[in-house]
């Protein structure tokens, strides 16, 4: 049968109309590659530009789905690719959720980072910036030391007192644990495993004895040295900080000069001039 016949009115309005479905269904692909949108709430889509998405074409923008990937998914769930999603059936979608599942629990794990370095060389500031970051999980260490103004128990630290942190050393609860300044801090080895297990790339933020005690024990571990840019400007940062007494600035700087010269037995080191551009040599090491 001929297409019917257009009056070039109609032509125009019909032409215009497949630009703007094109440049829908392009913002659709582009949100669901940022994430911003996930792929089967596409499912429930009204827009008819969406609806006349094809399989392939959405499958493929979903991040970590490529081309043979997807068109693996296509061939197990039996959708054809040229599929537009507004007819895929209920039997469909939840082959279609089985594969996904599959996916998520064959990714590979993340990676163990550690970033170390002298007190007040800016570590926290670094690794506080990728906790929005879902490519990343920081570890709340678990502590000895008294808590500072500012600071809230279990987001920066696991506040303990010296018994229930001898208890933990004692059923084997840390990765890695060590004394620094008068106080203790460990890594609590469980949440660790955990998120490693789900695909995250997990940052210990720890001083030297700690990250020694994880080369030793993981060979994967990437360790990461952040350094200052100078003596004076740690000493600087250090003190203006205000957060230690004299007593534990003396003994924090003492233990700079150790950590400075122990800088070679790390993986990387980042001079730490400016946060964001840290951060960024950060990611990239992290992720390569
Ligand atoms: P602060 O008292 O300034 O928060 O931390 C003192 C030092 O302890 C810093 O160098 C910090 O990186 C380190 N640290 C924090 N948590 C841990 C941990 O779980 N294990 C080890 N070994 N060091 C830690």
Known sequence: MLPPRLSGR????????AV???QERAKVKEMITNGEIFFFDLFGDERKSVKRMKM??????????GKTRAELIIGRTGISPSRRIGGVGKRQLELLRQEFLLIKNSRKPGKLLVVSGPSGVGKSTITNQLRTDDRFWISISVTTRKIRTGETNAVDYQFVSDEDFAKMV???????WADFAGAKYGTPRRSVEEALA?????????EL???????KNSKEAVLIFIEPPSWEELTTRLINRGT????STQARLER??????????FDHIVINHQVEQSVAELVSLALR
């Open 10 to 17: 109609s032509r125009r309005k019909a032409g215009e109309n």
């Open 20 to 22: 703007k479905a094109r």
């Open 56 to 65: 392939i074409d959405l499958l493929t923008a979903v991040p970590g789905i």
């Open 170 to 176: 004692q059923k084997n609860e840390f990765l890695e």
């Open 198 to 206: 789900s695909g995250k790339n997990v940052i210990l933020e720890i």
């Open 209 to 215: 004895n700690g990250a020694r005690q994880v080369r």
């Open 244 to 247: 230690e007494s004299e007593h």
């Open 256 to 265: 700079a000069k150790e950590e400075l010269s122990a800088a070679a037995e």
